[in-house]
């Protein structure tokens, strides 16, 4: 079996609502809505940033996110940019964490919930303050409304959940 690499997916909301829209109507997908960057491709990223194919819309790559990129690809989680909240997936824990708050750990995050855990932070980030603080920030950078930005890391042993091609479609909330 051949190990995954880590890699950025990188996507535009609204034209992925678009194709979601004409597969609906025609039953089939035609064309995939992003595009996925392994770590050798991220310097070019960022010096370029990314175009989307279809509306021609351009997402400028900031530092502190192609920071975020190469210090979390290859950690124990999936992290994923949504409208309002960033989802972070492990094999320990299923979180999301709203872009208007800085958390100093995943454990505050749960704390306000009633439920107190210990331990997790270290299954889940490298440096879990410094990753969290880096994250807030990034996620802060871009319209998450806009555009998707997901890190798919290999350090985690199951691969993002996807049903097809359009796997993120099914996962966005509704408008």
Known sequence: MTKRESRIIIGCRECERNHREARAI???????TTTSFQKHDLIS??????TCLFCGDKLEITDTMLEMCQQLMDGPAHIVSRPDTTEILSTDTH?????????QSLETIWAEYGVQVEGLDELVFHNPQ????LIHRAMNDFDTGKWLLMIESAGNPEP??????????????PE
């Open 160 to 173: 993002y959940p996807q049903d097809d091609a359009f796997w993120f479609s099914i996962l966005d909330d």
């Open 95 to 103: 979180v999301h964490i709203p872009h208007n708050q800085v958390y």
């Open 26 to 32: 025609n039953g089939f997908a035609s064309f995939p």
């Open 45 to 50: 990223l960022a010096e370029s940033g990314y």
């Open 130 to 133: 410094e990753d969290l603080a």
